[in-house]
């Protein structure tokens, strides 16, 4: 709290600095106060990502088109990752410095159903990305660093075609993707269907050095150069109509259909330094996957004061893969599973002014889940592993309930408060008896917001919110199934602390989280904006992997297991800054003439700790020490040409995860540059590259597990550079 306390301090004074030296002033609402709150959102709809940043009753970022086209980006992930505070690692985007699960991903603001896959999202199917400091009762309380919400495409009134297609850098050859949107009206009906067609062929290289107990018990060091190749294909596709009932009412199904096929490869040099090493197993995998789903929403508004909007949804996910390791060329274990994910969602919410500048919203949000799963793993002769557990089809039940009051109030022009209480229940149940599943978790979430603007005519405000948030186990995570190491099959057979086998807990509780959030926003002329925020949470039921030697049923050796467990209580607070805007306003005395050169930084500073370890470095999973992005982007008229990069860095750290072990991280680079240049008023060209980041994974560089008694894991990452050529055009 002293870490808050002093950056309190520091940010008086800028509120009394920007008052003095704000650059111009909003425009005036016409027609005098405005009636209410919920036509208030609709007029925002229609303004820029500045403008909607700014009108929000919460701390948010909104980033629109000029974001999402700057670099010709061919997936989603490959945006969020230069977004001010975001990273992108295994598991998808992150904030905060948080791993994943502590960040939620919304579709719509949906929570985004199991197996959705961001990377395979075309960014020329959103229409904006709203990066959430903090968790509101409309929104799922399950977003402990925060919430990233995707807004796809809508459709719209007037008739439009845009079409995009691109080549990228492969192994061997080139690779396509094209991107297909169109929109439709007649009379009340307007239909948006957008369409993307994507490939994909990467390769990675791993150096993995080893320091672990070898086949005979004894120390042992080796040394493996792996090679990794990932390629595939996909489709997805969003079909949106619209229905003008009335004035006063509106009927709308929104789709989205996705699906890929894909298949990975890793081939390994191996070389022995000391002893009778381990080695890992080449291996080769192969799969599909598959989303849809559908919502239908009604909105009714009984008068300018009532409006109630009505939601149902269903969502399908299917998914299939094959896992085979490979010694001397031939399987020594295959791995084959089927998963079935299917789901109703039915929410709805009434609004009711009360007053000019104040509305009451309650509503509720249901989920019924139903996940089957099955899963068979045999050895070279194909004998089931594990007779007890293998084959056996495992069928899940999840049942989310969520209850919420709102209450937004614009209490004066400088004062606008957003209060809100939500109930969320989730109740899980298998109904495989030989492994049951039973977990129940409910969180009561107060929430509050609160803005303070230091003058209405000017464009500077505080804003500050406390929240209750948690972040609930995942289904696989409560499971107790359990999922023998690769590299120790022989259950006869001790394996290492470094080689583990993986098992669920189905006592898991979820973490819950009592958060902080203060911020000071500056809106400068030109779409520019300084901001400088600090947030501070307090996590009980920190829920970590602890590994342990025991005696299990299924082994006839002591097995060395890796389980999820609530582990202890931690704090973490952190100071992130973001700077944009043009390098005219910014610097006047130093490019003041410069008014075609936009700057874009940002700086993010964090710490946690875990009580039940001591430090140093006892920091939550993933959350580096700080990170930065500094970006730019230049007009030069007479070419045409717009020209522009991106540096983003994370630096390297220590994370001590148990007594016994460590994690060490390298710093990471990425480096993000393109061009573009018009070549008619409704055609353009545009090349991109970047270096040091990985399509689907963490960052070039380093990771090593470390243990206390010198035994260890080295992983060096490294994927070439990628280049992308793409031309939009509209039709």
């Not at 490959?78 to 505070?85: I, N």
């Not at 904006?529 to 050796?557: C, D, M, P, Q």
């Amino acid at each position: 709290m002293n870490f808050i306390l002093i950056t309190l301090v520091l940010l008086l004074p800028l509120g009394a600095f920007a008052q003095d030296a704000g650059l111009g002033t909003p425009a005036e609402p016409t027609g005098g106060p405005q009636p209410s709150v919920i036509q208030r959102v609709e007029i925002v709809a229609r303004q820029g990502s500045t403008e909607l940043r700014r009108a929000a009753s919460f701390a948010k970022q909104v980033y629109g088109r000029e974001e999402l086209d700057r670099y010709g980006d061919t997936n989603a992930l490959d945006v969020m990752r230069r977004l001010p505070g975001v990273n992108v690692d295994t598991g998808g985007p992150r904030m905060r410095g948080l791993g994943a699960g502590y960040t939620q991903i919304l579709i719509n603001g949906d929570p985004a159903p199991p197996g959705f896959n961001l990377d395979q999202l075309s960014p020329s199917q959103i229409e904006r990305i709203e990066v959430i400091k903090a968790s509101t009762a409309e929104q799922s309380a399950q977003a402990v660093a925060g919430s990233i919400n995707v807004i796809l495409k809508e459709s719209s009134r007037r008739s439009l075609s845009t079409l995009r297609l691109g080549l990228g850098s492969g192994i061997d050859r080139p690779l396509g993707n094209l991107n297909y949107s169109i929109n439709e009206s007649a009379g009340p009906f307007s239909l948006s269907l957008p369409v993307s067609l994507f490939e994909w062929n990467r390769q990675i290289r791993n150096l993995v050095d080893r320091r672990m107990a070898g086949t005979n018990g004894q120390p042992a060091v080796s040394e493996q150069l792996g090679t990794g190749t990932s390629g595939g294909w996909g489709y997805n596709f969003a079909p949106r109509l619209n229905y003008k009932v009335s004035d006063e009412q509106t009927l709308s199904l929104a789709t989205f259909f996705q699906k890929g096929f894909w298949n990975y490869r890793t081939d390994y040099v191996n070389r022995t330094v000391s002893g009778n090493p381990v080695f890992d197993d080449d291996a080769t995998q192969g799969g599909y996957w598959e989303n849809r789903r559908g919502n239908l929403t009604w909105i009714n508004r009984f008068s300018e004061d009532q409006r109630i909007e009505i939601k149902a949804g269903v969502q399908q996910s299917r998914s299939a893969f094959d896992l085979r390791n490979l010694r001397a060329g031939a399987t020594i274990l295959q791995t084959a599973g089927l998963n079935q994910d299917d789901a109703v969602t039915q929410a709805g919410k009434y609004s009711q002014l009360l007053g000019t500048s104040h509305t009451l919203t309650a509503g509720w949000d249901l989920e019924n889940r139903n996940r089957q799963e099955k899963r068979t793993t045999t050895n070279g002769a194909g004998d089931a592993l594990l007779p007890s557990f293998e084959g056996q089809p495992f069928e899940a039940q999840m049942r989310r309930q969520a209850y919420y009051i709102q209450d937004e109030w614009e209490i004066s022009p400088q004062w606008q408060l957003n209060l809100g209480l939500r109930n969320e229940r989730i109740a899980s149940e298998s109904s495989n008896a030989s492994m049951p599943v039973v977990n129940v978790s409910s969180v009561l979430s107060p929430l509050a917001h609160v803005t303070y603007k230091f003058d209405p005519q000017s464009r500077d405000m505080v804003r500050a919110s406390l929240t209750r948030s948690y972040k609930a186990p995942g289904l696989n995570a409560l499971l107790s199934r359990p999922v023998i190491n690769a590299a120790y099959i022989n259950t006869n057979q001790t394996n290492t602390y470094l080689a583990p086998d993986r098992l669920g807990n189905p006592a898991l509780s979820p973490e819950l989280a009592t958060g902080l959030d203060i911020a000071y926003e500056n809106y400068l002329s030109n779409d520019g904006i300084f901001s400088v925020g600090i947030f501070h949470r307090n996590l009980t039921n920190v829920v970590r992997n602890l590994t342990e030697l025991r005696n299990v049923s299924w082994a006839s050796a002591p097995r060395w297991i890796t389980q999820p467990q609530n582990f202890s209580n931690a704090v973490t607070s952190g100071l992130e800054f973001e700077l944009r805007g043009r390098a005219s306003d910014l610097m006047p005395q130093l490019m003041g003439n410069a008014k075609a050169l936009n700057l874009r930084t940002s700086l993010s500073l964090y710490s946690s700790s875990i009580a039940a370890l001591p430090g140093p470095n006892n920091r939550l999973d993933g959350q580096q020490p700080w990170s930065a992005n500094l970006g730019f982007d230049q007009r030069i008229s007479d070419m045409p040409l717009s020209v522009g990069g991106n540096l983003s860095i994370t630096p390297g750290y220590d994370t001590r995860q148990t007594a016994e072990q460590w994690l060490k991280r390298s710093s990471a680079k990425g480096i993000d540059l393109f061009a573009m240049m018009p070549l008619s008023p409704t055609m353009s060209l545009r090349a991109a590259a970047s270096a040091g980041v990985q399509q689907f994974g963490p960052p070039n560089g380093t990771t090593q597990i470390l243990l206390s008694n010198g035994d260890y894991t080295r992983t060096d990452r490294y994927a070439k550079p990628q280049l992308n050529l793409t031309l939009d055009m509209r039709l």
